[in-house]
């Protein structure tokens, strides 16, 4: 249940920062899928290093 909050606020955050700055919204999505990607598949990224 803490994860959907977390997320929602993540959501809250691009959409602000869309409306600010672009750049800044990139780098915000692109740090959110990578913490996504290495909590949903912590053996997949170690096999890839």
Do not use: F, K, N
């Not at 977390?6 to 780098?27: E, F, H, K, N, R």
């Not at 959110?32 to 949903?40: F, H, I, K, N």
């Not at 912590?42 to 096999?47: C, E, I, L, S, Y």
């Amino acid at each position: 249940m803490g994860e959907l909050l977390i997320a929602g606020q993540i959501t809250d955050s691009i959409y602000v920062a869309a409306l600010d700055s672009p750049a800044v919204t990139l780098g915000i999505i692109m740090g959110y899928l990578d913490s996504c990607w290495e909590l949903a598949c912590p053996a997949v990224r170690h096999r890839a290093d």
